[in-house]
């Protein structure tokens, strides 16, 4: 609105003068030197300006707000509403049913969608809208009865990361006065329900199973994780009916303001620079309408760049704190946005890689990020039966699009907008990884080795 305001400004006066001055040529000059100055942007042939887009309110919506705000769809020729949505499950079915023409997704969605778990649909992703973001957090009596087990420094401050080691012994004094120990997280195919089950199996506690007759993955659990929307974790934490959960920002930073809980590990210490939340459309829509799909991607990758650059920090703190977006306290925004995370209350520690919008690739749709996903779903039972390392390739590569991403990325490279360094020279897959808190590798060209060397406990329930 900003941008659109500042244009109009100097563009009346413009058009005034086009009527003043006489001739056909001298008006066209006038309009093309207008259109030169308002944007470097080589506006595609757009099939569908109108567009609806859905979100979830978290800090990782913030490249659909920036491109909202800055006016980077406008540049695009893409007049686009953005509407907070009540749950995950909303948000997938308002996609596939065609009232939202794309959304802020969890990274698993469409994955899932097209992989056989959950409702199906064919769904793709051009854009990954950032790294890391999230955070496990746990009732101060959790904490109390954690914080023994975890090694201090020579101050007396928790060292990080702190591992489920920790937590072990609390889950047994739960068990052992017959309480079942109960934790949220905010999707079946969410991120965040791998990330607590990565953090929990790492530390021999296990998670649960997923199978055809148990669809809540509670089968063997150690630890019942139950489905909750991200906005109301603090609330069901205060209210006892969790004992703690995994979620996205501001919601962890919450919980500290309001003296109700303690994050324990973030999941950049789960596994460093994860990717997290992903901008899905339909298959029809990007085959329908091919040059909008490209266009948006452009506007969410000036976005993320945008975000990216420290002194914009604090301007997109204040755009995030408006009711319409995520709505929290500027303060609690700011928080982890500005290169900073705070534990315990009064440990605020330096994490300037928290969140990412654009640094290392973050907006390229990696296959192996995608593979990443479902290699979770088969450890957990989610796809219930073996998959040769064909499968993995092939699934992702109907729903990652990057080749959307590197058709957007070109443009903006032309138009000065990006460098031509930021464009990844990649077949789609990063290169083996050893970034988790267990030590494990990750090679997305092996995931079959991968599923294998999972660890918990009694391993044969992990892996079958």
Not at 28 to 41: D, F, G, L, P, Y
Not at 48 to 77: R, S, V
Not at 236 to 254: D, F
């Amino acid at each position: 609105m900003k941008s659109l305001l500042k244009r109009t400004t100097w563009i009346l006066p413009v058009a005034a003068l086009l009527f003043a001055c006489g001739g056909k040529e001298k008006k066209k000059a006038v309009a093309e030197n207008v259109v030169a100055e308002t944007s470097n942007t080589k506006t595609l042939d757009i099939e569908k300006p109108q567009l609806t887009f859905g979100f979830i309110k978290l800090t990782d919506m913030a490249p659909l707000a920036i491109a909202k705000e800055k006016g980077f769809f406008e540049d695009e020729g893409l007049f686009v509403s953005v509407e907070a949505q009540s749950n995950w499950k909303n948000v997938l079915d308002r996609v596939i049913d065609g009232q939202l023409d794309g959304s802020h997704m969890l990274a698993g969605q469409p994955i899932a969608a097209g992989a056989g778990f959950g409702r199906q649909a064919q769904l793709v992703t051009p854009f990954s809208m950032d790294l890391n973001g999230n955070g496990i957090t746990v009732s101060n009596d959790v904490w109390s009865k954690m914080k023994p087990n975890v090694p201090a420094d020579e101050d007396g401050k928790p060292i990080h990361p702190i591992k489920a080691d920790a937590l072990k012994p609390v889950i047994q004094e739960y068990k052992n006065s017959g309480k079942a120990f109960k934790m949220g997280m905010v999707f079946p195919v969410s991120t965040h329900n791998y990330e607590i089950r990565y953090w929990l199996a790492a530390a021999g506690i296990h998670p649960g199973m997923y199978t055809a007759d148990n669809v809540q993955g509670q089968i063997d659990a150690e630890v019942l994780l139950s489905v909750t929307p991200p906005p109301q974790m603090p609330a069901t934490l205060e209210a006892g009916t969790i004992y703690g959960y995994c979620v996205g920002e501001p919601w962890n930073q919450q919980a500290v303001f309001k003296g109700i809980g303690v994050p324990v590990t973030t999941n950049y210490d789960i596994w460093k620079n994860n990717p997290e939340k992903v901008f899905v459309m339909t298959k029809k829509f990007v085959e329908d309408y091919p040059n909008t799909a490209v266009a948006v991607t452009k506007a969410l990758i000036r976005a993320g760049k945008w975000l990216d650059e420290p002194e914009n920090r604090a301007e997109a703190v204040k755009i995030l704190s408006m009711s319409q977006y995520v709505g929290a306290d500027e303060a609690v925004l700011a928080n982890s946005m500005t290169g900073t995370f705070e534990f315990e209350k009064g440990d605020k520690r330096e994490m300037p890689d928290f969140n990412v919008f654009y640094k290392y690739n973050a907006t390229y749709p990696f296959y192996s990020d995608g593979i990443w996903f479902l290699t979770q779903m088969r450890r957990w039972g989610q796809i219930p039966e073996s998959k040769p390392a064909e499968w993995y390739a092939e699934t992702i590569k109907d729903i990652y699009r990057p080749d959307i991403w590197t058709k957007a990325a070109k443009l903006l490279v032309e138009e000065g907008h990006i460098p031509q360094k930021d464009i990844p020279t990649t077949d789609g897959y990063k290169a083996p990884t050893s970034d988790f808190i267990d030590g494990t590798t990750y090679d997305a060209k092996d995931p079959i080795a991968y599923i294998n060397s999972f660890k918990i406990g009694n391993k044969e329930k992990a892996v079958q």
